[in-house]
């Protein structure tokens, strides 16, 4: 008779005695592995051993392992799923737990120790009343040619056990069913980061994300304000739309604008916005383009990739001439020159950076928001932020009235004041950053209130007005644009 039918019908009659023999048989297998007598039958004794191994050892089991296809690049999202579901039962069953840091800075996240076991049980109506072994293990540190021939780092993996008559169930039922139950306490417990690539091995490094700003606290014209949030909301709903027209889920938004006017600000208020991990690149780090797309592989998916002061980070500008030159120099960037001296600079191309941006690597993980800020829009290569890479162009500019508004009302609490009008008609006259607006607002001392940080701001925008009468303040002056237009409002300007 077939085993895996006698076990199962024992299951069946009686949740209770399989529970036992179950137990009784895991520590009684657990030997038999010890002893590596299994390998020794399937080695030795071959096709008639493995028959007798089954009736021996009635469980299958499934592999979870840490990586995914065999290679290093990419924690496998159904090993931390299976890690997130098991947390509740390794907490109540397990006996050796290992603990790591929580979202919630008390508590603590548990996980099994190497060769330790839980069992999890498949409630009737989900089709059971079945008992399922869970155990956790690492392998032995192999050799591994195809990653530079050095030693492999442990595996980890998770190792479900379970008999042959549900295997069914496990497969269509079970297993799917971790896998959701896992993500959703993933999400519950996600604690947001913050990456950045300066580290000597070219890969991310991350602190817990808590920037405070918000698009409630960000001061821009309200439709503005609201055009963006409702971009942002469409792309995070946005996973079928992607797949139906055969675009990877990205989106590119180039914000420009004058030191100071909340550029980095509106980049946290996005994050806080999705709910997003937030990876910033400091593009200077990067060694070659190889390591880029490195560093984006590593990325996970509800992230914002974010490259700063674009212009300044590599010489772009021209780069298509020299583009050519620089390839050739790509994955040079540790070897020595000609005084013996190591060239430690980035070989990050123009190329390089299109291939990040929308290449065939970009569309791994889907779900990612790719920002670039610069202070020189006119200094871009045209290709780099074309239409299609950087999807929206948004400009922050100065402070106009109804933004300094915002900024009394949050910074003071103040609704109306007398001097409303005057500062409302000093920003058309000259140009001052939300920066400098709200650092003017800013009580400096106990005694500070509404009417003096106030009337600090007329007198600063009276003294700038001043200057630029008298061809000074050159530092509050804009940057000359195409058409020498001064840009006084904040908002959304190529869409
Ligand atoms: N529109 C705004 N609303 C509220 N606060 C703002 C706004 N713009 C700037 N600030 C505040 O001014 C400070 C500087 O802003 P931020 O760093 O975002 O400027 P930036 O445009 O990124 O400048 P840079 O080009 O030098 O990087 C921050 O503390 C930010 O909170
Ligand atoms: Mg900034």
């Known amino acids: ?76 999202d159904a090993y931390k799923e299976v890690k997130a579901y098991l947390a509740d039962t390794t907490a109540r069953d397990a006996r050796h737990l290992r603990a790591e840091g929580a979202k919630d800075a008390d508590r603590l996240e548990l996980s099994m120790v190497d060769g330790e076991e839980v069992a999890d049980v498949l409630l009737p109506d989900e089709g059971g009343g079945i008992v399922f072994w869970w155990a956790y293990s690492k392998s032995p540190p192999q050799q591994d040619w195809r990653w530079g021939g050095g030693e492999q780092e442990n595996r980890r993996f998770y190792r479900l056990f379970f008999l042959d008559a549900h295997r069914d169930v496990v497969l269509n039922t079970y297993l799917p069913r971790v896998r959701r139950e896992g993500r959703d306490v993933m999400v519950k417990n996600r604690r947001r980061k913050l990456s950045t690539n ?188 074309r239409r299609g890479r950087m999807d929206k162009h948004i400009e922050m500019g100065y402070c106009c009235a109804p933004a300094f508004e915002f900024l009394a009302r949050t910074y003071l609490g103040v609704e109306e004041h007398e001097l409303f009008a005057t500062v409302g008609a000093l920003l058309q006259e000259v140009d001052m950053t939300p920066a400098d607006v709200a650092e003017n607002l800013t009580p400096k001392s106990a005694h500070d209130d509404a009417d003096s940080c106030l009337r600090e701001l007329v007198a600063a925008l009276e003294k700038t007005k001043e200057d630029k009468a008298n061809g000074r303040g050159m530092d509050l002056q804009p940057e000359e644009d195409d058409g020498g237009a001064v840009q006084v409002m904040m908002g959304v300007g190529l869409e």
């Open 198 to 385: 300066i580290s000597v091995h070219q890969s991310w490094t991350h602190v817990p994300f808590e920037h405070p700003k918000t698009f409630a606290t960000l001061a821009m014209d309200p439709a503005k304000k609201k055009e963006i949030v409702d971009d942002l909301d469409t792309f995070k709903n946005g996973k079928d739309y992607y797949a139906r027209i055969g675009k990877a889920w990205k989106r590119g938004y180039l914000l420009y604008g004058p030191p100071g006017t909340g550029k980095s600000a509106m980049i946290a208020a996005m994050a806080n916005h999705l709910d997003y991990d937030v990876f910033d690149i400091e593009l200077t780090s990067v060694h070659s383009n190889t390591d880029l797309r490195k560093l984006f592989i590593e990325t996970t998916s509800k992230s914002i990739i974010v490259i700063e002061d674009i212009d300044c980070s590599l010489d772009l500008t021209g780069a298509r001439t020299k583009k050519k030159d620089s390839e050739d120099h790509d994955n040079k960037a540790t070897k020595a020159d000609g005084d013996g001296k190591k060239d430690t600079r980035s070989k990050v191309t123009l190329s390089g950076l299109l291939n990040f941006i929308d290449g065939l690597w970009s569309a791994c993980g889907g779900e990612r928001i790719i920002v670039f800020t610069t202070n020189h829009l006119e200094k871009l290569d045209p290709a780099l932020i």
């Open 1 to 76: 008779m077939d085993a895996g039918a006698v076990w199962g019908g024992l299951n069946l009659n009686s949740g209770v005695v399989l529970s036992l023999i179950a137990v009784l048989w895991a520590l009684v297998w657990q030997n038999l592995q010890q002893l590596q007598l299994q390998h020794f039958f399937k080695r030795h004794v071959g096709r008639h051993a493995r028959r007798f191994a089954a009736i021996v050892d009635p469980y299958l089991s499934v592999t979870i392992g840490e990586y995914d296809g065999g290679g290093r690049m990419r924690s496998a």
